[in-house]
């Protein structure tokens, strides 16, 4: 078993126990993901161990209970039976999300998350904090370092494109994934896709955009602290046509209650072809955005599990330009996957 912590539990995390759970409890059903088997991992190899919340509506329940509390509103797929699993307190800073969506927060200290991550045996924990939360990021992934626990960081704060960071997990020998998770069919993956595509066949981007509107509580938090978010989208889609400048306009614009957890994303771009003449794409996503990237996640917790057995440890570069938008290297889709793939087989990180 690979036994995992979630920072934050929110509908990302929702998404991801239920998925976990939910496959458990039917060995039937095949999990849609990239990477059916990591080494030997499979996404039934997980199981949760440690949870940390400022909320109060969630400190102190059991996970199975905490994932469905307000303000989440994730699809319930699949309702879990209990995990023996407390979410406990963890320090606030500034990861206090925007838009009054905590009324009572809970909080406690770096060293009580230490002792939580020792004495649960956890094995890699998962930062799903909001948006802007950079401090409160960073006080985990200190606590995760002298746990000696592998830190995935699925949001926007530079904790593996840090080089402060890179070098402090590097030389303790603990693997590091991020930053910002890229849904597995999501408006970044899709955005670098068709760029890379349009650079490859040697069409020059001029313009595009990409606006965002959703449900979800993480959209009421997003229009107070877009920034992050902005700058580590625009980059990854920027990355795919290297040589080239075009201007982009990457952003979440609105938030909109009766979306709930589903996010539209509108893609534009402006393009020239041979001759000078002009090419435009539109393209319109829909999708349940904390399920959409739970897949991701799995693959990225199953590679972290097996940097630790290999005793791998510091910045994973592979892992990070898969599953990520603002990874240490950019890579595009199809290179990520034939790295990670090599990765796997036991051939050296790149």
């Not at 020998?173 to 910002?180: I, M, Q």
């Amino acid at each position: 078993m690979i036994r995992v912590g979630v920072v934050g539990v929110g509908n990302c995390a929702s998404a991801l126990v239920q998925g976990v759970e939910m496959y458990k409890a039917n060995p039937e059903l095949d999990p849609p993901v990239a990477f059916p088997t990591v080494g030997r991992y499979t996404p039934r190899d997980i199981t949760f161990t440690s949870a940390f919340e400022i909320d109060a509506r969630k400190v102190g329940l059991d996970l199975s209970e905490a994932i469905f509390q307000t303000p989440n509103n994730a699809t319930v797929v699949y309702k879990p039976k209990p995990l023996g699993v407390t979410v406990r307190a963890g320090p606030a800073l500034d990861g206090v999300p925007e838009g009054g969506l905590v009324s009572k927060i809970v909080e406690s200290t770096t060293e009580e998350v230490v002792r939580e991550l020792n004495s649960t045996n956890t094995e890699v924990l998962v930062n799903y904090l909001p948006t802007g939360a950079v401090k409160a990021a960073e006080a985990y992934a200190e606590a995760a370092l002298r746990a000696g626990v592998a830190f995935v960081n699925a949001m926007p704060a530079p904790i593996a494109t840090s080089a402060l960071w890179q070098r402090k997990f590097s030389e303790s020998g603990v693997p590091l994934l991020g930053d910002d998770t890229q849904n597995q069919i999501g408006a970044t993956v899709l955005h670098k896709t068709l760029v890379r595509l349009l650079a490859l066949r040697g069409v020059r981007v001029r313009h595009t955009y990409q606006i965002n509107v959703g449900g979800t509580p993480d959209f009421v938090n997003l229009m107070h602290r877009r920034g992050d978010k902005e700058k580590t989208k625009t980059a990854a889609v920027k990355m795919m046509a290297a040589g080239q400048e075009f201007d982009a306009y990457i952003s979440p614009v609105a938030y909109i209650n009766f979306l709930g957890d589903r996010k539209i994303a509108h893609t534009l771009i402006e393009a020239e072809i041979f001759g000078g003449l002009p090419i435009r794409l539109e393209v319109t996503l829909d999708v349940h955005d904390a399920w959409n990237s739970a897949a991701v996640v799995m693959d990225s917790v199953r590679l972290a599990k097996l940097a630790i057995d290999r005793g791998v440890g510091g910045p994973l570069i592979s892992a990070s330009a898969w599953g990520f938008k603002n990874p240490p290297l950019h890579m595009s889709p199809e290179e990520a996957y034939r790295a990670v793939l090599e990765f796997v087989e036991g051939k050296r990180d790149k």
